[in-house]
Structure formats: structure tokens, C-alpha cells
């Protein structure tokens, strides 16, 4: 099964596990495979790595975060984590869908990362919720209010990454 899936059911192990090797093995094609077999809007080598680094952080985010099995309430706490590690395969596929043509959508009139935008965030503020309450044992109110500042931080710090990619990545 591998370090990082051992204990998810059903769903929540196998979702993190397929688009960890998807990210993974695609992440190693785009790295290595000519650039010339890729549409010529793919920054093939960033995509490639981002890839790459995008599973690495699937898989290895857990394995920080878990407790070990004789710590108290550590069925609780893991399953916490196991949550989350489902919320970062799904935020981390919705932009590789994104980034392979589904931000276009909005020349259709569906905007694609409009959505994304709210839904994603959404959906971690209530699960980082849920996990920082039962991993850390925070109560439930501060829990929502790390959460929601955990959110914007790391939205804020991803759009200053997407716009530093693309000031230095592609040229006007």
C-alpha cells in the first residue's frame, strides 16, 4: 500500500492513491518525455515538476502529521489526517484538470476557476476544521477560525506563486 494510505477505508485511501501515481507518473513523462510531443501552451518542464511536487506533498503531508498508534484518541486523530489528505489530492487534481485545458472553459461560459475558487476553499475551511480540532485538540470555534485564516494564507500564497511563475516562466 505504501507510507502515507496505510489507514484510510474505502474511498478516502484509494482517491489520494490514484492521483498520487497520476501526478507522479505523469509529473515524470512531462519531465523527461521532448517537449515538441506536448501542445505548445504546456510550459511542459514547470508543469512536469509541479507534478511531482504535488504528489510528493499527497504523500508525504501525512506522514508528518500522523500520531503514533499509542498516543490517545489515535484512531481519531489519524482519521483527521486521512481527511486531509484527501482534501489535497482533490484541490491538487482540480487544478492539474485546470491546467490541462478546463480553465478555458469560461470562453464556453463556464467559469471553471471562478468555481474552484469557492468550492475548494469552502471545503478546507470545514475539514481543517475538523482535523485541527481532532488532531490537536483545539476547541471547535478557534479550530474554524484557524482554519478560515489557514485558507486565506495559503490562497493568498498560492495566487503570489501563480503570479510569480508567470512572471518569470513565460515570456512576453
Not at 477505508?9 to 521532448?34: A, C, E, N
Not at 481527511?83 to 492539474?96: K, M
Not at 474552484?116 to 477560525?145: C, E
Not at 498560492?158 to 518569470?168: A, C, G, Q, R
Request: glycine letters at 8%; aromatic letters at 16%.
Amino acid at each position: 500500500m505504501g507510507p502515507g494510505f496505510e489507514s484510510q477505508p474505502g474511498h478516502m485511501k484509494l482517491f489520494p492513491k490514484i492521483i498520487f501515481y497520476l501526478m507522479l507518473g505523469v509529473g515524470i513523462l512531462m519531465t523527461f518525455l521532448p517537449i515538441s510531443w506536448f501542445p505548445s501552451f504546456y510550459d511542459v518542464r514547470y508543469s512536469g515538476w509541479s507534478m511531482i511536487g504535488g504528489a510528493l506533498i499527497i504523500l508525504f503531508v501525512p506522514l508528518w502529521l500522523k500520531v503514533p498508534t499509542n498516543y490517545k484518541d489515535a484512531k481519531t486523530k489519524n482519521k483527521a489526517i486521512d481527511i486531509l489528505q484527501f482534501l489535497i489530492a482533490l484541490a491538487l487534481f482540480t487544478d492539474v484538470l485546470g491546467g490541462l485545458g478546463l480553465y478555458e472553459l469560461y470562453n464556453y461560459g463556464f467559469p471553471y476557476s471562478y468555481i474552484l475558487h469557492l468550492i475548494i476553499p469552502s471545503i478546507g475551511v470545514i475539514i481543517l476544521t475538523k482535523v485541527i480540532n481532532q488532531r490537536f485538540d483545539i476547541n471547535i470555534t478557534w479550530a474554524a477560525l484557524i482554519a478560515f485564516m489557514l485558507v486565506l494564507i495559503c490562497g493568498i500564497g498560492w495566487e503570489i506563486y501563480e503570479n510569480l511563475m508567470i512572471f518569470f516562466l513565460i515570456p512576453t
